[in-house]
Protein backbone atom coordinates (compact mmCIF):
# COMPACT_ATOMS: atom_id res chain seq x y z
CA UNK A 1 0.00 0.00 0.00
CA UNK A 2 1.15 3.49 -0.96
CA UNK A 3 2.34 5.28 2.17
CA UNK A 4 -0.04 7.90 2.44
CA UNK A 5 -2.94 5.58 0.99
CA UNK A 6 -5.23 5.05 4.17
CA UNK A 7 -7.97 2.18 4.15
CA UNK A 8 -11.01 4.09 2.88
CA UNK A 9 -12.68 3.56 6.49
CA UNK A 10 -10.05 5.17 8.73
CA UNK A 11 -11.37 8.55 7.93
CA UNK A 12 -14.88 8.32 8.80
CA UNK A 13 -14.52 5.88 11.65
CA UNK A 14 -12.09 8.39 13.50
CA UNK A 15 -14.36 11.03 13.60
CA UNK A 16 -17.78 8.27 14.11
CA UNK A 17 -18.82 8.74 17.54
CA UNK A 18 -19.78 5.71 19.29
CA UNK A 19 -23.69 5.39 19.78
CA UNK A 20 -25.62 6.32 23.11
CA UNK A 21 -25.83 2.68 24.36
CA UNK A 22 -22.32 2.28 23.59
CA UNK A 23 -21.10 5.56 25.34
CA UNK A 24 -23.22 5.06 28.46
CA UNK A 25 -21.76 1.45 29.02
CA UNK A 26 -17.92 2.94 28.03
CA UNK A 27 -18.41 5.44 30.68
CA UNK A 28 -19.58 3.03 33.27
CA UNK A 29 -16.62 1.28 32.33
CA UNK A 30 -14.55 4.44 33.57
CA UNK A 31 -15.82 4.76 36.38
CA UNK A 32 -14.91 1.43 37.30
CA UNK A 33 -11.52 1.66 36.17
CA UNK A 34 -11.26 5.19 37.76
CA UNK A 35 -12.17 3.93 40.91
CA UNK A 36 -9.87 1.18 41.14
CA UNK A 37 -6.66 3.13 40.21
CA UNK A 38 -7.70 6.02 42.98
CA UNK A 39 -8.05 3.15 45.64
CA UNK A 40 -4.55 1.85 44.53
CA UNK A 41 -3.33 5.51 44.21
CA UNK A 42 -3.95 6.32 47.98
CA UNK A 43 -2.16 3.34 49.30
CA UNK A 44 -2.13 2.99 53.01
CA UNK A 45 -4.31 5.82 53.95
CA UNK A 46 -6.88 4.63 50.97
CA UNK A 47 -6.92 1.36 52.56
CA UNK A 48 -8.00 2.17 55.67
CA UNK A 49 -11.39 3.58 53.93
CA UNK A 50 -12.28 0.14 52.32
CA UNK A 51 -14.36 -2.06 54.11
CA UNK A 52 -13.10 -4.71 56.89
CA UNK A 53 -13.97 -7.47 54.92
CA UNK A 54 -12.70 -6.28 51.49
CA UNK A 55 -9.58 -4.93 53.10
CA UNK A 56 -9.32 -8.98 54.52
CA UNK A 57 -9.91 -10.67 50.74
CA UNK A 58 -7.66 -8.23 49.95
CA UNK A 59 -4.80 -9.26 51.66
CA UNK A 60 -5.94 -12.84 51.23
CA UNK A 61 -5.24 -13.22 47.72
CA UNK A 62 -1.79 -10.98 48.04
CA UNK A 63 -0.91 -13.75 50.25
CA UNK A 64 -1.63 -16.62 47.92
CA UNK A 65 0.28 -15.02 45.06
CA UNK A 66 3.33 -14.10 46.90
CA UNK A 67 3.45 -17.57 48.00
CA UNK A 68 3.30 -19.59 44.25
CA UNK A 69 -0.49 -20.45 44.78
CA UNK A 70 -3.39 -19.82 42.56
CA UNK A 71 -5.77 -17.37 43.62
CA UNK A 72 -9.39 -18.92 43.55
CA UNK A 73 -10.63 -17.20 40.14
CA UNK A 74 -7.40 -18.19 38.30
CA UNK A 75 -8.19 -21.94 40.36
CA UNK A 76 -11.44 -21.99 38.85
CA UNK A 77 -10.55 -20.97 34.90
CA UNK A 78 -8.30 -23.59 35.17
CA UNK A 79 -10.29 -26.31 36.60
CA UNK A 80 -13.14 -25.20 33.78
CA UNK A 81 -10.40 -25.10 30.88
CA UNK A 82 -9.36 -29.09 32.63
CA UNK A 83 -13.30 -30.06 32.42
CA UNK A 84 -13.25 -28.94 28.94
CA UNK A 85 -10.53 -30.79 27.59
CA UNK A 86 -11.44 -34.09 29.30
CA UNK A 87 -14.74 -33.57 27.43
CA UNK A 88 -12.99 -33.23 24.34
CA UNK A 89 -10.56 -35.98 24.88
CA UNK A 90 -13.42 -38.69 25.44
CA UNK A 91 -14.99 -37.53 22.36
CA UNK A 92 -11.86 -37.47 20.10
CA UNK A 93 -10.35 -40.48 21.73
CA UNK A 94 -13.89 -42.68 20.09
CA UNK A 95 -13.28 -40.10 16.85
CA UNK A 96 -9.46 -41.56 17.17
CA UNK A 97 -10.12 -45.34 17.66
CA UNK A 98 -12.20 -45.53 14.32
CA UNK A 99 -10.79 -43.08 11.88
CA UNK A 100 -7.61 -42.24 13.29
CA UNK A 101 -3.90 -42.97 12.01
CA UNK A 102 -2.46 -44.55 14.82
CA UNK A 103 -5.05 -46.56 16.68
CA UNK A 104 -4.21 -50.30 18.72
CA UNK A 105 -7.27 -52.21 16.77
CA UNK A 106 -6.43 -50.56 13.55
CA UNK A 107 -9.88 -48.74 13.01
CA UNK A 108 -12.65 -48.85 10.67
CA UNK A 109 -11.76 -48.98 7.30
CA UNK A 110 -15.08 -47.82 5.30
CA UNK A 111 -14.89 -45.14 8.48
CA UNK A 112 -11.75 -44.13 7.66
CA UNK A 113 -12.61 -44.27 3.59
CA UNK A 114 -15.52 -41.74 4.34
CA UNK A 115 -13.47 -39.73 6.00
CA UNK A 116 -10.41 -39.33 3.67
CA UNK A 117 -13.19 -38.64 0.90
CA UNK A 118 -13.04 -35.22 3.14
CA UNK A 119 -8.90 -34.98 3.06
CA UNK A 120 -6.36 -38.12 2.58
CA UNK A 121 -4.89 -36.79 5.63
CA UNK A 122 -7.83 -37.12 7.91
CA UNK A 123 -6.69 -40.03 9.73
CA UNK A 124 -3.62 -38.44 10.72
CA UNK A 125 -5.08 -34.76 11.98
CA UNK A 126 -7.61 -36.80 14.23
CA UNK A 127 -5.31 -38.73 16.03
CA UNK A 128 -2.85 -35.34 16.18
CA UNK A 129 -6.54 -33.87 17.76
CA UNK A 130 -6.82 -36.32 20.23
CA UNK A 131 -3.06 -36.08 21.07
CA UNK A 132 -3.17 -32.80 21.65
CA UNK A 133 -6.48 -32.89 23.91
CA UNK A 134 -5.02 -35.28 25.94
CA UNK A 135 -1.52 -33.22 25.86
CA UNK A 136 -3.92 -30.46 27.69
CA UNK A 137 -5.57 -32.38 30.12
CA UNK A 138 -2.32 -33.44 31.97
CA UNK A 139 -1.02 -30.26 31.94
CA UNK A 140 -3.46 -28.45 33.11
CA UNK A 141 -3.84 -31.00 36.19
CA UNK A 142 -0.77 -31.20 36.92
CA UNK A 143 -0.41 -27.72 36.93
CA UNK A 144 -3.21 -27.54 39.62
CA UNK A 145 -1.53 -29.90 41.49
CA UNK A 146 1.89 -28.24 41.54
CA UNK A 147 -0.01 -24.96 42.70
CA UNK A 148 -1.85 -27.21 45.81
CA UNK A 149 -5.47 -26.51 44.07
CA UNK A 150 -7.45 -29.42 43.37
CA UNK A 151 -7.37 -31.17 39.79
CA UNK A 152 -10.85 -32.38 37.82
CA UNK A 153 -11.72 -35.66 37.51
CA UNK A 154 -14.78 -36.93 35.63
CA UNK A 155 -14.55 -40.82 35.91
CA UNK A 156 -17.19 -41.63 37.91
CA UNK A 157 -19.31 -40.18 34.75
CA UNK A 158 -17.81 -42.51 32.16
CA UNK A 159 -20.85 -44.75 31.96
CA UNK A 160 -22.65 -44.15 28.48
CA UNK A 161 -22.28 -46.88 26.22
CA UNK A 162 -20.78 -45.64 23.22
CA UNK A 163 -19.84 -47.21 19.47
CA UNK A 164 -19.95 -51.23 19.15
CA UNK A 165 -18.70 -51.18 15.70
CA UNK A 166 -15.23 -52.85 14.72
CA UNK A 167 -12.29 -50.35 15.63
CA UNK A 168 -13.29 -49.08 19.20
CA UNK A 169 -11.56 -50.47 22.17
CA UNK A 170 -13.81 -53.09 23.34
CA UNK A 171 -12.58 -53.21 26.80
CA UNK A 172 -14.23 -49.31 26.92
CA UNK A 173 -17.19 -50.09 25.59
CA UNK A 174 -20.18 -48.71 28.12
CA UNK A 175 -17.36 -46.66 29.74
CA UNK A 176 -18.04 -43.29 27.01
CA UNK A 177 -18.12 -39.69 29.12
CA UNK A 178 -19.61 -38.53 25.63
CA UNK A 179 -21.84 -39.43 23.85
CA UNK A 180 -21.38 -39.47 19.80
CA UNK A 181 -24.19 -41.19 18.68
CA UNK A 182 -27.12 -38.52 18.13
CA UNK A 183 -25.28 -35.08 17.39
CA UNK A 184 -27.39 -32.15 16.66
CA UNK A 185 -24.46 -29.86 15.63
CA UNK A 186 -25.22 -26.08 15.69
CA UNK A 187 -23.89 -24.98 12.55
CA UNK A 188 -24.08 -21.38 13.06
CA UNK A 189 -20.49 -20.87 13.33
CA UNK A 190 -20.43 -21.50 9.82
CA UNK A 191 -22.58 -18.29 8.58
CA UNK A 192 -21.03 -16.43 11.72
CA UNK A 193 -17.65 -16.28 10.53
CA UNK A 194 -17.94 -15.68 7.21
CA UNK A 195 -20.78 -12.55 7.89
CA UNK A 196 -19.50 -9.08 9.18
CA UNK A 197 -22.13 -8.89 12.26
CA UNK A 198 -21.01 -9.93 15.76
CA UNK A 199 -22.84 -12.21 18.20
CA UNK A 200 -21.22 -10.12 20.90
CA UNK A 201 -22.92 -7.37 19.53
CA UNK A 202 -26.87 -8.72 19.32
CA UNK A 203 -26.27 -10.57 15.78
CA UNK A 204 -28.10 -14.16 15.37
CA UNK A 205 -26.77 -16.62 13.06
CA UNK A 206 -28.32 -19.99 11.79
CA UNK A 207 -26.42 -22.67 10.12
CA UNK A 208 -26.58 -22.91 6.25
CA UNK A 209 -28.47 -26.18 6.99
CA UNK A 210 -29.05 -28.93 9.62
CA UNK A 211 -27.53 -31.86 10.74
CA UNK A 212 -30.00 -33.48 13.43
CA UNK A 213 -29.96 -36.71 15.05
CA UNK A 214 -26.93 -38.26 13.26
CA UNK A 215 -24.38 -40.17 14.43
CA UNK A 216 -20.60 -39.14 13.94
CA UNK A 217 -19.53 -42.07 14.52
CA UNK A 218 -20.55 -45.80 13.06
CA UNK A 219 -22.85 -47.32 15.03
CA UNK A 220 -22.54 -50.94 14.96
CA UNK A 221 -21.44 -53.23 12.07
CA UNK A 222 -24.82 -54.40 11.02
CA UNK A 223 -25.99 -50.52 10.47
CA UNK A 224 -22.25 -49.92 8.52
CA UNK A 225 -20.61 -52.80 8.00
CA UNK A 226 -16.84 -52.37 7.80
CA UNK A 227 -16.07 -53.38 4.60
CA UNK A 228 -18.75 -51.68 2.66
CA UNK A 229 -17.46 -50.04 -0.38
CA UNK A 230 -16.86 -46.38 -0.19
CA UNK A 231 -15.64 -45.15 -3.36
CA UNK A 232 -14.02 -41.94 -3.84
CA UNK A 233 -16.58 -39.01 -4.44
CA UNK A 234 -18.99 -38.44 -5.99
CA UNK A 235 -20.57 -40.84 -3.96
CA UNK A 236 -23.73 -42.40 -6.39
CA UNK A 237 -27.09 -41.98 -5.29
CA UNK A 238 -28.39 -45.12 -3.63
CA UNK A 239 -25.41 -46.34 -3.07
CA UNK A 240 -24.51 -48.12 0.43
CA UNK A 241 -21.58 -45.88 1.00
CA UNK A 242 -24.43 -42.71 1.12
CA UNK A 243 -24.81 -44.04 5.63
CA UNK A 244 -21.69 -43.94 6.19
CA UNK A 245 -20.37 -40.84 4.03
CA UNK A 246 -23.31 -39.02 5.72
CA UNK A 247 -21.40 -40.00 9.25
CA UNK A 248 -18.25 -38.91 7.78
CA UNK A 249 -19.36 -35.67 6.83
CA UNK A 250 -21.40 -35.36 10.19
CA UNK A 251 -17.95 -36.08 12.26
CA UNK A 252 -16.38 -33.26 9.58
CA UNK A 253 -18.86 -30.64 10.66
CA UNK A 254 -19.04 -31.66 14.29
CA UNK A 255 -14.70 -31.00 14.56
CA UNK A 256 -15.21 -27.92 13.36
CA UNK A 257 -18.44 -26.99 15.99
CA UNK A 258 -16.14 -28.49 19.09
CA UNK A 259 -13.19 -26.25 18.25
CA UNK A 260 -14.89 -23.36 17.68
CA UNK A 261 -16.36 -23.21 20.87
CA UNK A 262 -12.90 -23.74 22.38
CA UNK A 263 -12.02 -21.35 20.01
CA UNK A 264 -14.18 -18.63 21.80
CA UNK A 265 -13.78 -19.99 25.39
CA UNK A 266 -10.28 -19.98 25.88
CA UNK A 267 -10.12 -16.03 25.09
CA UNK A 268 -13.39 -15.82 27.50
CA UNK A 269 -11.35 -17.21 30.02
CA UNK A 270 -8.16 -15.11 29.35
CA UNK A 271 -9.93 -11.69 29.99
CA UNK A 272 -10.33 -13.20 33.62
CA UNK A 273 -6.93 -14.48 34.82
CA UNK A 274 -4.77 -12.98 37.21
CA UNK A 275 -1.40 -14.08 37.40
CA UNK A 276 0.90 -13.73 33.92
CA UNK A 277 1.21 -17.48 33.82
CA UNK A 278 -2.94 -18.69 34.51
CA UNK A 279 -2.71 -15.83 31.06
CA UNK A 280 -0.03 -17.34 29.52
CA UNK A 281 -1.49 -21.01 29.78
CA UNK A 282 -4.94 -19.86 28.49
CA UNK A 283 -3.58 -17.82 25.74
CA UNK A 284 -1.14 -20.23 24.69
CA UNK A 285 -3.80 -23.55 24.78
CA UNK A 286 -6.33 -21.39 23.53
CA UNK A 287 -4.09 -20.77 20.19
CA UNK A 288 -4.26 -24.47 19.57
CA UNK A 289 -7.80 -24.73 19.62
CA UNK A 290 -8.10 -21.55 17.19
CA UNK A 291 -5.38 -23.82 15.00
CA UNK A 292 -7.91 -26.79 15.07
CA UNK A 293 -10.89 -25.26 14.05
CA UNK A 294 -9.38 -23.64 11.02
CA UNK A 295 -8.03 -26.81 9.85
CA UNK A 296 -12.09 -28.81 10.34
CA UNK A 297 -13.37 -25.55 9.02
CA UNK A 298 -11.43 -26.18 5.86
CA UNK A 299 -12.28 -30.20 5.74
CA UNK A 300 -15.74 -29.68 6.63
CA UNK A 301 -16.32 -27.58 3.54
CA UNK A 302 -15.30 -30.71 1.22
CA UNK A 303 -18.62 -32.41 2.42
CA UNK A 304 -20.74 -29.40 0.86
CA UNK A 305 -18.54 -28.74 -2.66
CA UNK A 306 -17.79 -30.83 -5.09
CA UNK A 307 -17.57 -33.38 -6.32
CA UNK A 308 -18.97 -34.56 -2.71
CA UNK A 309 -21.75 -32.41 -1.96
CA UNK A 310 -25.09 -34.05 -2.13
CA UNK A 311 -25.14 -36.76 0.36
CA UNK A 312 -28.04 -37.55 1.82
CA UNK A 313 -28.39 -40.17 4.51
CA UNK A 314 -30.74 -42.81 3.36
CA UNK A 315 -31.62 -43.64 7.30
CA UNK A 316 -31.84 -40.08 7.95
CA UNK A 317 -32.67 -37.96 5.07
CA UNK A 318 -34.38 -34.84 7.03
CA UNK A 319 -31.43 -35.01 9.43
CA UNK A 320 -28.60 -35.84 7.39
CA UNK A 321 -28.23 -33.51 3.93
CA UNK A 322 -25.22 -32.19 2.67
CA UNK A 323 -25.88 -29.46 -0.18
CA UNK A 324 -23.68 -28.28 -2.33
CA UNK A 325 -22.75 -24.59 -0.88
CA UNK A 326 -21.15 -23.42 -4.25
CA UNK A 327 -24.18 -23.43 -6.24
CA UNK A 328 -25.81 -20.80 -6.89
CA UNK A 329 -29.36 -23.00 -7.94
CA UNK A 330 -29.20 -24.61 -4.72
CA UNK A 331 -28.36 -21.80 -2.88
CA UNK A 332 -31.44 -19.82 -4.13
CA UNK A 333 -33.49 -22.85 -3.18
CA UNK A 334 -32.60 -22.92 0.52
CA UNK A 335 -32.40 -18.96 0.66
CA UNK A 336 -29.11 -18.20 1.37
CA UNK A 337 -26.75 -16.15 -0.39
CA UNK A 338 -23.44 -16.99 -1.40
CA UNK A 339 -21.12 -15.12 0.59
CA UNK A 340 -22.21 -16.64 3.52
CA UNK A 341 -21.64 -20.86 2.25
CA UNK A 342 -18.56 -20.18 -0.23
CA UNK A 343 -16.97 -23.23 1.11
CA UNK A 344 -13.08 -21.86 0.64
CA UNK A 345 -14.08 -18.63 2.55
CA UNK A 346 -12.31 -20.28 5.81
CA UNK A 347 -10.61 -17.17 7.27
CA UNK A 348 -12.80 -15.31 9.25
CA UNK A 349 -14.11 -12.22 7.54
CA UNK A 350 -13.73 -8.31 9.17
CA UNK A 351 -16.92 -8.02 11.55
CA UNK A 352 -17.91 -5.40 14.41
CA UNK A 353 -16.06 -5.80 16.91
CA UNK A 354 -16.23 -4.00 20.49
CA UNK A 355 -19.02 -1.77 19.00
CA UNK A 356 -21.45 -1.53 16.63
CA UNK A 357 -20.74 0.67 14.01
CA UNK A 358 -17.98 2.56 15.63
CA UNK A 359 -14.93 1.35 14.78
CA UNK A 360 -13.90 -0.04 11.10
CA UNK A 361 -14.67 -3.60 10.51
CA UNK A 362 -11.48 -6.39 12.19
CA UNK A 363 -11.22 -9.96 11.59
CA UNK A 364 -11.08 -11.72 14.93
CA UNK A 365 -12.60 -14.65 17.22
CA UNK A 366 -16.57 -14.38 18.25
CA UNK A 367 -17.87 -14.56 19.90
CA UNK A 368 -15.78 -13.51 23.27
CA UNK A 369 -18.52 -12.44 25.90
CA UNK A 370 -18.90 -14.50 28.70
CA UNK A 371 -22.72 -14.84 28.23
CA UNK A 372 -22.22 -16.10 24.79
CA UNK A 373 -18.51 -17.91 24.56
CA UNK A 374 -18.25 -18.42 28.08
CA UNK A 375 -18.03 -21.49 30.41
CA UNK A 376 -21.39 -21.58 30.98
CA UNK A 377 -22.80 -21.12 27.51
CA UNK A 378 -20.06 -23.67 26.56
CA UNK A 379 -21.84 -26.36 28.77
CA UNK A 380 -25.20 -25.55 27.14
CA UNK A 381 -23.72 -25.87 23.70
CA UNK A 382 -22.35 -28.99 24.00
CA UNK A 383 -25.71 -30.18 26.18
CA UNK A 384 -27.79 -28.99 23.28
CA UNK A 385 -25.26 -30.83 20.72
CA UNK A 386 -26.31 -33.85 22.59
CA UNK A 387 -22.68 -34.89 23.85
CA UNK A 388 -23.80 -35.97 27.21
CA UNK A 389 -27.10 -37.56 26.16
CA UNK A 390 -27.73 -40.87 28.72
CA UNK A 391 -25.68 -38.71 31.59
CA UNK A 392 -27.28 -37.99 35.00
CA UNK A 393 -28.09 -34.74 36.55
CA UNK A 394 -24.67 -35.41 39.06
CA UNK A 395 -23.11 -34.75 35.64
CA UNK A 396 -24.80 -31.17 34.92
CA UNK A 397 -25.02 -30.29 38.24
CA UNK A 398 -21.06 -30.55 38.43
CA UNK A 399 -20.30 -29.12 35.19
CA UNK A 400 -22.38 -26.19 35.84
CA UNK A 401 -20.85 -25.24 39.14
CA UNK A 402 -16.94 -25.18 37.42
CA UNK A 403 -18.43 -23.31 34.85
CA UNK A 404 -20.65 -20.74 37.12
CA UNK A 405 -17.20 -20.62 39.62
CA UNK A 406 -15.12 -19.82 35.85
CA UNK A 407 -17.86 -17.19 34.65
CA UNK A 408 -17.79 -15.30 38.33
CA UNK A 409 -13.73 -14.98 38.53
CA UNK A 410 -12.33 -11.56 37.70
CA UNK A 411 -8.67 -10.29 37.10
CA UNK A 412 -7.47 -8.57 39.75
CA UNK A 413 -4.54 -5.63 39.26
FE1 LIG B 1 -7.97 -28.71 23.97
FE1 LIG C 1 -9.78 -28.72 21.11
Known amino acids: MNKDETPSFSKSAETHLPSKEVQSRESSNHITVGRRSFIRGLGIVGATLLPG ?30 WAEIVESDLWTQYNELGGA ?20 MPQYITDNTDDELSHVAFLNAYLKSKGAEPVNLDRFRTLPGSTATGVD ?17 LSWYTRYRGEENPDLGAIFKGPFNILN ?3 IP ?26 QAIANT ?94 KILPEPCDFLFKDALPPCSVIRPTSTALGGAVATVKSFTADGLFNGQPEGFFDFAMQLATAADSARRKL
Not at 170 to 179: H, P
Open 214 to 216: EPG
Open 53 to 82: SALLMRQAEAQEQSSGRLTKGDADLLRFAA
Open 170 to 186: KQKIGKRLTSLLQLNVD
Open 102 to 121: TTRTGGNLAYKLALQNLDGD
Open 251 to 344: AGFHFAFIEQGGTSLYPTLALKATSDEVLRILLSIGGVEIDHFSLWHDKAGNAVSQPLAGVIDPENPNGAMFPDLNDPAALARLNLRFELTQTN
Open 219 to 244: LNDTDTPPNTVVPAPPIPPGSPAQRI
